[in-house]
């Protein structure tokens, strides 16, 4: 079943384990397009389903992550090192490079959630899943490698929990 993929509860935690858990949605809701693309099994309600929360992830909260990360991470971690800086300089230009491949998702999902025996709607949704999963998780891994250890090790207990601060306060004006 495709619509139970990504329902269950996270634990809390400190900024890097929330940062985490966004990279685990990320993960969870671009496998859920790639395999709502592949699975000619499922049944129509199920891809509209799954298409309808592909779509409302990627719409709502991926851009609330990247804000974290531009708004309150990117800026905290700026001018630490030069290795440093390098990395959060890719992190910006991959996240905008990532928006013409959303915008894509978007509307190849919302088709396919129109019309779900659509075979073709299916296929352009699964020629769009594939490469931006593709893209997302080597972005993803580095700033796991990179990113989340320089908050651990460069910013204070008190910024850290500035930033969860933050990202709550963002949350909190989108309900």
Do not use: N, W
Not at 86 to 94: C, P
């Amino acid at each position: 079943m495709l619509h139970a993929i990504g329902r269950k509860q996270r634990a809390r935690g400190g900024l890097v384990e929330t940062l985490l858990d966004c990279h685990l949605r990320i993960r969870t809701f671009s496998g859920l397009a790639v395999a709502v693309s592949e699975r000619s099994a499922a049944s129509l309600v199920e891809v509209v389903h799954v298409c309808a929360r592909v779509e409302r992830y990627f719409i709502d909260a991926l851009p609330l992550h990247v804000r974290d990360e531009e708004e309150s991470i990117l800026p905290r971690l700026r001018g630490r090192s030069p290795s440093l800086d390098a990395a959060l300089e890719r992190m910006h230009e991959q996240h905008d490079m990532h928006v013409p491949l959303l915008e894509r998702l978007l509307a190849s999902s919302a088709a396919l959630r129109a019309d779900p025996g659509d075979t073709s709607a299916r296929a352009a949704l699964h020629a769009v899943a594939m490469p931006l999963r593709s893209v997302l998780e080597p972005h993803l891994r580095a700033e796991e490698d990179i990113v989340f250890p320089a908050v651990r090790e460069l910013l204070s207990a008190d910024e850290q929990a500035a930033v969860v601060i933050e990202m709550k306060r963002r949350r909190d004006a989108r309900a």
